[in-house]
Each structure stands twice: as C-alpha cells, then as structure tokens.
C-alpha cells in the first residue's frame, strides 16, 4: 500500500500581508499610489524597488497607517487592518520600522533608544519616569547584541557613526518584537561598505528571528544582492514582481525611464 | 556570534546597566541634597513662612474690599495715560529692534568681526539687561525730564539687551551648511551675512521682537511710578491719596491692555512664524 504523501511545507507561502487596490492621493491631486496590488509572504524579504517618488515610502506607511491610504484594503494574516476600527497601537506593535535618517533620538542613550521600541507595550504613566523593567531592558539588550552593538549601549546615540547608528536602529526596530519589520531607504545615506553591512544585518537577524521585512531601495546593486523576491513602482503603481533573475535591462528601464500610463494605452 | 557569547555579551550588558543606573542615581541624589539644601537655607534667610501669607489673609481682603467699587468716572480721564503707554511701549520696541539688528551680529561669535568687539557687546549687552527698566527710568527722567520720553528710552535699552542677545545666540545657531556653500561660492562676509544667515533666523527675530513688544506694554504700565509717564503715574498717585476706588479703575484698565496687548500679540505671532 502506497504511503499518504506528505504535503509539501506552505508556511514559506503563507500571505501575512495582502495590499488590494490601495490609492492614496493629496488634496486629490497628487496621487501618490494609484491602484497597489502587492501580496507579501511570511519571513521573506521583499524589496520595493523604484525611483525617489515611485511611492515607495507612502505604500510603506499604509501598511502601519503613518499615513492613511484613500482607499483600498489592506489584510494583515487574513485580518483588514485598514479603516476606523483597528487598534493602531496593537497593530504598530507588529511593525517595526527602519528609517534613511536612523530617526535615533540624539540626546538619549543608545540603550534608551532602543527601549523605546518597548514604548508600544507599556502604558503612558509606567513610562513617565523613563523606568523599564528588566524584562524590557533584557529584550533591548539583547537586540542590540544581535546587531553587535551592546558595547555601546550607554553612550549618546549622536556619538556613533552613521552605520552604528541604523545598526541601534536596527535593534530598536528588533526590540519590539515584530512580525514584520518596514525599512524605508535603510541604506541610502551610507557608503557603499556601511551599506552591504547593514543590509547583512538586517537581513540575517530577520531571518534568524523569522521576521517578514519589506524594504524600500532605490539602488538595483544591493537589490540583486539581497531580495528574495522584488516589487518594481514607477509612479504609484507596481509595474513588476519577480525575483533577481528577472531583472533584466529591460524590466529596470520601465521601472526608471518610462511612464506606466503610456505603456498601458499602447499595450490596450 | 554563538549562542554562549551572544549569552555572555548579554548578561554583561545587563549588568553594567544595573551599575551605570546606580552611579546615575547616586549623582542625583548628592546633587538633590545640595539643592534641597541650598533652598532650605535660603527659605530660612528670606523668611519664607506660610504662617504669615495665611494670618496676612485679612489684611489682603481689607484692602481688595477698599477698591470695589471701582470708579468707572475715573475712565475718562486715563484715556490719554492709556494711549501714552501703548505709545511708549511701541516706539521703546522699534528703538530696541533697530539697535539690536547690528548689535546681534556683533555679539555673534560667527559673525563679529572682531573677538574683542564680541565680548564688548556681551558686555554692553549683559549691562543692558542686567539694569531693570525702573532704574533705567530713573536715570532718563534726570537726564531728559520728567515725561513719556525718559519711559521709551528706558524701554528701548532694556529691550536692546533682551532682543540682541537673543538674537545673537540664534545667529550661533544657524546651519552651518547653507553658510559654507555661499563662502565656498566667493561671496564676502557681509554677503554671507545677508544671503545665509539672515534668512535663517528672521522669523525667530520676528517672533521674539512680538514677544518683547508684549512684555514692553506690560513695563509701560509701571514706568509712572518714576515718572516715566503712562498709567503707572495715575496708579501710584491715587493709591498715595488714598482714592482707592480710582486706583482700582487703573488696575482694571492695566488688565484690559495687557489682556488685548497678548491677545494680538499672539495673533501676530502665529501669523508670522
């Protein structure tokens, strides 16, 4: 008698986020995404690739409702997580973010900083007087460990150097113990050496922990060397979705060069 | 790193938290002992005593009861001490914003043109501020004669020493950035003066000279005492006859401007910054 196939392991395919025709326009003018249609598996790291303006940043902040999409939806394991009736606080608590500026507070500590990735669990007067518990200290310094910084975990954040300073970001994004960890531009104000260590981080620390991370680059070098899989926006719509290997010169210069609205008159 | 030194660097990290929050506490609790200290010995010396705010309590209702009613025939004849305190106040302002536009950049490290003339003009600046309005009153109505004039020049030198070094120090504080490009292009001192640092701090300026205009209506209101013209010298003189019914009007009128003075003060200022 055969022996019942073992199904094939789908967690690798599980959709943790689903974005569904989401538009987000200014004033009604400007539309900065125009009709976003994007599924993101868990513990993958997808990266948006598109030029300044393409709406990456806008798409990332829809997701943890910095900024509030027009329309559209968006599910979060199965769950919408757009309109009036979210808890954003729970729900920012499963996003971490990662910013091009590190968004670190100067004069804190490093440590300090990193703690404020804790501020989402804790209520408003239990953190009145900067106190954490030693739960909450332990969870930040191991973060910091994770990304090799704890050994300078009582200086100022403005005393570190620029890679130093998004590795502690890093770290404060890790120390709220996410499931998803949104990072816009990481990379953009550092040098080309600084950068590759950062995405490293970033991305071997996600893995290890099994975090889904969703990436905002404008550079095509570190996307080819790090996506697992890659979203192409030119402006305010996804114009590819596809791996590395499907980057060719031709998908890049409609991700950079040509107008969306044109391809789609002439291609119907 | 492996799992035992991630452990390690973890529990070390830790650690050195509990000693690095210790010593933060001892500092602070060395320091609270010498400011509690410091403040105990001066409540002693300058007699701090609620005992006496409380038994002065009936004295205090006395003398408020002795001005109700207030003498509303009095209005008619501060009118004009009204106008001339709002007058002052306002040509005091302009004087000083006049006085401090090249003061500020004098006493500017980064855009004096000379060391010494920097620390002569925190000097000069530090003298202004250092003598109240009143003593500065004083003085002018000796040298000038009694009247609203000895009042705005008494204004205008306070208020130069406030705005200028206020001034100054936001001219310290400009971006460094937008300075450099405009050297780097071969633009002289004074361009750069003009082109970089003036555009960065004109709306603080603005903002701080509504302010001073604000605080300059309110030192109007006293400078009579001296006889620096304004309401002061109407308030003084009918508390001295004893018409507190009339002295009561001037307060309530001294309310009224500095109640409307903040009112467009703050309209301003929204507006411009």
Known sequence: MDQPMLMPNTTKTKTILSVQDLTKSYGGAIHALRGINVDVHEGEFLVILGPSGAGKSTLLRCLNRLVEPTSGKILHNGEEITGKRVNLRALRQEFGMVFQQFNLVKRLSVLTNVLTGRLGYRSTWRSLFYNFSKEDKKIAIESLARVNMEHKAFQRADTLSGGEQQRVAIARALAQQPTIILADEPVASLDPKIARQVLNYLKQVTHELGITVICNLHQVEYTREFAERIVGMSRGKVVFEGTAEDLTDEILHRIYYKDPDEEEKNGK | ?273
């Not at chain 2, 005992?51 to 509303?72: E, H, Q």
């Not at chain 2, 209005?75 to 001490?81: I, K, Q």
């Not at chain 2, 000097?123 to 000796?142: C, K, M, T, Y």
């Not at chain 2, 000895?150 to 130069?160: E, Q, S």
């Open chain 2, 1 to 273: 790193m492996t799992s035992a030194t991630f452990e390690s660097a973890v529990q070390a990290t830790l650690q050195r938290e509990v000693q690095v929050r210790l010593r933060r506490y001892l500092k602070l609790a060395i320091y609270g002992a010498i400011a509690v200290a410091a403040l105990w010995y001066a409540a002693v010396q300058i007699k701090l005593s609620f005992g006496a705010l409380i038994s002065g309590v009936p004295f205090m209702w006395d003398f408020i009861t002795r001005l109700f009613p207030p003498d509303f025939s009095y209005l008619s004849v501060l009118g004009n001490a009204t106008i001339e305190t709002i007058q002052i106040a306002i040509w005091g302002t302009l004087l000083a914003i006049l006085l401090s536009i090249p003061l500020s950049f004098l006493g500017a490290r980064n855009t004096t043109p000379h060391i010494i003339v920097f620390h002569l003009t925190r000097l000069l600046l530090n003298s202004l501020r250092a003598i109240n309005e009143l003593v500065f009153a004083l003085i002018f109505v000796s040298a000038v004669g009694l009247g609203p004039f000895a009042g705005v020049l008494a204004v205008a030198l306070h208020a130069t020493g406030m705005l200028a070094k206020f001034c100054a120090e936001e001219i310290e504080g400009v971006d460094k950035g937008q300075v450099e490009a405009q050297m780097a292009a071969g633009a002289t001192r004074m361009q750069v003066i003009l082109f970089g640092v003036t555009p960065q701090i004109i709306p603080q300026f603005i903002g701080y000279a509504i302010y001073r205009l604000d605080v300059s209506i309110r030192s109007a209101t006293v400078l009579g005492f001296v006889g620096a013209g304004g309401l002061g010298f109407s308030l003084i003189q009918t508390m001295k006859l004893f018409k507190y019914h009339q002295t009561a009007t001037c307060i309530f009128v001294i309310f009224l401007l500095v109640l409307v003075s903040d009112w467009i003060c703050g309209k301003l200022r929204r507006k411009v910054i």
